[in-house]
């Protein structure tokens, strides 16, 4: 009995060690983003949702981290890097400070505002990740808060990060899976220009 018990305790052992190694190593990605590949969707973006390429997207109204509601139709008439994402999500965290140096140097000069709507239903620590975030990466765009996750489902939003691009005309120009960097925000907006 004793030696059955000390195997079962072993095994667990072993399985909580892989377990904890890969939820690290999801993590704490390092790699340079030159190194991620982001995925441009040109056509149809996603026909069950309507988000298509050249349609007007769901409006929602979300509110930021400080309680100010937010709509994305308040945006109309400038260019709105829409983005999904998560406090825990590893590309995530590469993508991050690209779109804030991106935003600080060039969101007046090209019109554009980038809006980041957090996954908050999947984050782990709650609105207080969140925050620390946000001040770990010094980012002054604004962060909506979809608490419930109805954004997630309205935009059908699988993997993260996903970012939408808005022309000032109000229609969904680009889908891209994965990580941004500043060089491809700028070939997004200039495309639209």
């Keep these: 009995m004793i030696k059955w018990t000390?195997?079962?305790?072993?095994?667990?052992?072993?399985?909580?060690?892989?377990?904890?190694?890969?939820?690290?190593?999801?993590?704490?990605i390092t790699e340079p983003i030159d190194t991620v590949q982001a995925v441009y969707v040109t056509s149809v973006i996603d026909d069950e949702s309507g988000l298509e390429k050249g349609?007007?997207?769901?409006?929602?109204?979300?509110?930021?981290?400080s309680g100010e509601k937010v709509k994305l139709t308040d945006y109309k008439g400038k260019i709105v890097i829409l983005n999904f994402w998560a406090s825990w999500c590893g590309p995530c965290?590469?993508?991050?400070?690209?779109?804030?140096?991106?935003?600080?140097?060039?969101?007046?000069?090209?019109?554009?505002?980038?809006?980041?709507?957090n996954m908050t239903s999947e984050e782990r620590g709650g609105k207080k990740s969140i925050e620390k975030f946000v001040k770990e990466y010094g980012l002054t765009f604004p962060i909506l808060l979809d608490n419930d996750g109805d954004v997630l489902d309205l935009y059908n939003i699988i993997t993260i990060?996903?970012?939408y691009v808005i022309g000032t005309d109000g229609v969904i120009s680009q889908k891209i899976l994965g990580p941004m960097d500043e060089k491809m925000i700028n070939e997004l907006v200039e495309n639209l220009n």
């Design 93 to 117: 965290k590469v993508e991050m400070p690209h779109m804030q140096n991106y935003y600080k140097n060039k969101k007046d000069a090209a019109n554009v505002e980038i809006i980041a709507v």
């Design 161 to 163: 990060p996903t970012t």
């Design 55 to 65: 349609k007007a997207p769901p409006n929602f109204e979300l509110p930021t981290l």
């Design 6 to 28: 000390v195997g079962i305790v072993i095994a667990v052992l072993i399985i909580s060690g892989f377990m904890v190694k890969m939820v690290k190593s999801n993590t704490e």
